[in-house]
């Protein structure tokens, strides 16, 4: 190896740690709102917090998908609608879709104002299975895939696969990522930690609250019973995930920095799409009347 591809490989492995650093600490605000969120949750089990009188149901659409499942509304829906001290009704929570704007799949988001279906094994396996088979999340993962092929992401791929992998070679990889993550994340770890997967979105509140709310769902989730826990089944999903992709990635393309900026990656991409969803229903009725507009 001559002096200058030396120079070059020392130079990618100090760009790719620069770059790990900066997707860690960029994390690192979320960490900490979420922290708070789940101390001011705790620290007040028998008050009424943001996350138990928010929202504890999913959407009518979302509870047929479920098998044996019903759902029914705890109160009438006036009566789920914040009062003032006038007793005059505030605005009203809107609903969950199954489908965010019709496309992106929304399965483990609860709507604001009744209550859900027990959660469970079944329930999660359940979530797992359409996650894993959702042909969005299928097209999601081998776009990501191609784009990865592109980018020449995987080096060593290249030479596993004769010196000129075909981008199949990144595709099958990148959906056996997404089965394993909704394998562990959703069905396994939650199971046997009595975790439940879903999102109990606010649906009202301020903007900084709600978000705040959603992005805290990464290390804040729910018991069975419903209480407010550490996420250590999602975040062990993560890393099981990772843990397991170094099995048939090849040796060597899969070091601590690369699977700790995939983690990362997936602890942000899961923040960002989780107020997405929580605002989605503010988005889709704001865009509903602008249309209706003459």
Known sequence: ?????????????????????????????????????????????????ATRTAALQLSMVQAADLPGEQVSTSQPQAEQQDRHGDGVPSKPILQQQRRVFGVLPNYTSVSGGATPPPAGWKT?????????????????????????????????????????????????????????????????????????????????????KRTVHAAASVIV??????????????????????????????????????LAEKFTYSCLRQAGFTILREFSPDIAQHLHRHHDQP
């Open 1 to 49: 190896m001559t002096m200058a591809e030396v120079l070059c490989l020392q130079r990618n492995n100090v760009c790719r740690g620069l770059r790990s650093a900066v997707v860690a600490a960029s994390a690192l605000p979320w960490m900490f709102a979420a922290t708070a969120c789940l101390k001011a949750q705790t620290a007040l089990p028998d008050a009424p917090s």
């Open 124 to 208: 999660n396996s359940i979530v797992a299975f359409k996650q894993s088979t959702d042909y969005v999340g299928i097209l999601y993962s081998l776009a990501t895939s191609a784009i990865a092929y592109a980018q020449d992401s995987h080096p060593l791929v290249d030479t596993v696969n004769g010196g000129n992998a075909p981008v199949w070679g990144y595709m099958w990889r990148g959906l056996v990522d997404k089965t394993s993550q909704a394998g562990q994340g959703t069905l396994l770890f939650p199971a046997v930690m009595h975790e439940d997967t879903r999102y109990f979105a606010m649906g009202r509140g301020s903007k900084v």
């Open 221 to 258: 989730a729910h018991s069975y019973s419903g209480r407010p826990i550490f996420n250590a089944a999602g975040l062990l999903g993560k890393v099981g995930t990772q843990a397991l992709s170094t099995t048939y990635y090849p040796s060597g393309s899969e070091d601590f920095g690369v």
